[in-house]
Structures are given as C-alpha cells and as structure tokens.
C-alpha cells in the first residue's frame, strides 16, 4: 500500500516562504517520478512541479518558476517543495503524487498515487 503524506502548509503573507515535505512509505522510490499539483477553490487541479528519481531533471509550472524549488531525499524516501516570494495566488490545497515514470509528467491522470493535500493560504 503506498502512501503519500504531506505536511508544511500553513497561513502565510504575501513575499513570505514555506517549505512542503511529502513522506512516501509502502514504495520502492527508485524509478518514481515525483510530483505536486494544487487545487484552488472552483479551479481545476494544475502542476506545479516534478522531479525525476534521479533529482537532476525537473520543471515547473510558468507561474511559479523561479519562486519554488522542488527537490527529494531519496535516503529519506522524501520530496520537498520550497516556495519562495509566496502571492495570494498561490492559495491551494498542495497534493504530492508519484508513479513510476521515466519523466515528468504533466497531467494529473498520469500519476497513480496521491497524498491528502495540504492546505497553503497566502493572505495579509
């Protein structure tokens, strides 16, 4: 049974940081792709970021390239999102998700495993 849990989230104001952890466990990490994705209230769910297993290959969403970082722990079986210059559109619910995938992957369908989501609000 794999399993994905996030933590991190939190209230926030506008310029602030925050640092994302999704822990996987029941998972060989070696070969899993890694993502995030967030949700805002009536928005569809978009990508933010992945990383490959290796850790050299990533992306990022336009809106937030250059602001956040994602990286992963394999030793720890641990990927990070480091959110920088946070904006009140930032606002989501952040989900960590993997599968086993030689790239990133863009569309959430494409991922099998999902974590509960973490909740980010960036507000003054």
């Known amino acids: 049974q794999v399993q994905l849990v996030e933590s991190g989230g939190g209230l926030v104001q506008p310029g602030g940081s925050l640092r994302l952890s999704c822990a996987a466990s029941?998972?060989?990490?070696?070969?899993?792709?890694m993502g995030w994705f967030r949700q805002a209230p009536g928005k569809e769910r978009e990508f933010v970021a992945g990383?490959?297993?290796?850790?050299?290959?990533?992306d990022y969403a336009d809106s937030v390239k250059g602001r956040f970082t994602i990286s992963r722990d394999n030793a720890k079986n641990t990927v990070y999102l480091q959110m920088n210059s946070l904006k009140p559109e930032d606002t989501a619910v952040y989900y960590c998700?993997?599968?086993?995938?030689?790239?990133?992957?863009?569309?959430?369908?494409?991922?099998?495993?999902w974590g509960q989501g973490t909740q980010v609000t960036v507000a003054s």
């Open positions: 998700t993997t599968t086993v995938g030689q790239r990133i992957y863009y569309s959430g369908g494409a991922y099998s495993y």
């Open positions: 029941g998972v060989i990490f070696r070969g899993y792709v």
């Open positions: 990383i490959k297993w290796s850790g050299t290959t990533t």
